[in-house]
């Protein structure tokens, strides 16, 4: 109870104290106070915008730590299972290279050996191609001394044929010469006649002009002297008559002067009349602008206020509804990432129906040695078994391990389908082989056949039993007996490799 009369008596000191001031002092003094408590408002803010970003910044720090953490150790995963991996598949193409280049040094071989014959062929090409070309050269000298002499012979006949025009040429041209020479000499002394006629003429002609010109400028002359007196007694009489009729305007001219000075003077008292009543309107006017201008100030102030207050409620309203969205966008993650696990989940359990379906169906096709040996015997010895085991059942150190060792139970399956997968490709390789023995029995049989009939077309082709000695001009297919073609008792097929390349994904 004693907090409550304290509380009372503040409550009545103050209104003691604002009963005191007068009204411009209560005024200010509510403003000074909305504006302390405006003050520790928004250092309450800054305050607590400054403790979330560290908090944020800090956040961040911790997240690209952790991130980088993670990255570190997933990295070592991946690099451990992709040597693994890649180790495998080193040797696979190791093989496969191996395999390759003999292959490659079989075809280096034969080519060899066509490229030996290519180049006796090509020795004897040269030799009979240069004895052609030598031949051929000794014609083409022999036709150049022939055509040479030709040459000769017809070169003396042009020149005597030439100097004999030659002659001819210049006689012509001396005489047409001649000829020119008598012509130019008429047309000069003809010439010469017509320009002094010319010049005659022109000079009688000028002098005709000249005079003409003389005679018509002094008639000229005379015209325009009259013309001017005429003009100068217009212009006499034209400022007389002005003069006349421009008297009784000027006396009114005189009465109007004297009107115009005494308003001018009536004007420069109304003037100076308006001159004070300007002033004191100046007066007004600044004191107007001066209250104009405080209460702007004012009014700019509360804007200020009300912008900074819209602008914080704004930027309040997008955070909001930027944490909305993206608890909306979570939330859709979700469900489609939920969706997709139902629907992944739902193809598994079809696979799996379907692999059991198919073992049944397997299982009915299986041999009595299948079914009491299911799994192919191990090919390691004792003690390497004795270390697959011994790693197996070590606890695994690293994540990806971890999964590995939960799919060790399908061991016996993939042994199974790895023997199923083998004995078909060695069927198939099989089946190849047989067909291409089966091929060359048909060859064989087919050049018998042909050798013992007898036929006009059999008899214009080879003949295989035509022996000449001991040698037949047929070449015979290999016979199945050779150990080039001979199938191999045993068939080694990477099933590693097979598995990558048949297996779908």
Known sequence: ???????????????????????????????????????????????????????????????????????????????????????????????????VVDRKDSVIKSLAKDLAEAEEQYSMALRSH???????????????????????????????????????????????????????????????????????????????????????????????????????????????????????????????????????KEIEMQMRKLQRISDTMAQLKAKMAQNTRESEERNRQLREEKDYISIHFQELKRQMNEFRSNERARLTKLTLQSNSAIKQLQRKKEKGDRILKLAEQCRKLETEEEKVLPFYASSLTQEESDDVDAAVKEPPAEPLAEVMHDYTALENFWKRYNKVLLDRVAMDKEKNMLLQENQQLRTVLKQYLDGISVNDEILSQHNPLFVVNEKTNVQLAVPVVDPRVKRPTQTVVEAAHVVKHILPS
């Open 130 to 264: 240069l004895q052609n070309v030598d031949s051929l050269i000794d014609l083409q000298r022999q036709r150049l001394d022939i055509l040479q002499t030709e040459y000769g012979e017809e070169s003396e006949i042009l020149r005597s044929e030439f100097d004999t025009e030659r002659a001819l040429i210049i006689d012509q041209f001396k005489r047409e010469m001649n000829d020119l020479t008598d012509i130019l000499f008429a047309m000069e002394q003809n010439f010469t006649e017509r320009e002094n006629d010319a010049r005659q003429e022109f000079q009688s002609l000028r002098d005709e002009i000249k005079n003409k010109n003389l005679e018509e400028k002094h008639a000229l002359r005379i015209q325009l002297e009259t013309q001017v007196e005429d003009l100068w007694k217009q212009f006499q009489q034209a400022l007389k008559n002005y003069n006349e009729t421009t008297e009784e305007r000027k006396q009114a001219f005189e009465s109007l002067k004297a009107k115009d000075e005494k308003s001018a």
């Open 1 to 99: 109870m004693a907090p409550k009369k304290k509380k009372g008596g503040k409550k009545s000191g103050k209104k003691s104290k604002l009963a005191k001031m007068t009204e411009e002092e209560r005024i200010l003094y509510l403003e000074q106070k909305m504006l302390a408590e405006e003050e520790m408002k928004k250092k309450k803010e800054d305050m607590l915008t400054q403790f979330l970003k560290d908090k944020l910044a800090k956040e961040e720090k911790n997240t690209r730590f952790n991130a980088n953490k993670l990255n570190n150790q997933w990295r070592t995963i991946m690099r451990t299972a992709k040597s693994k991996q890649l180790k495998k598949d080193i040797e696979v193409l190791s093989q496969t290279f191996e395999r």
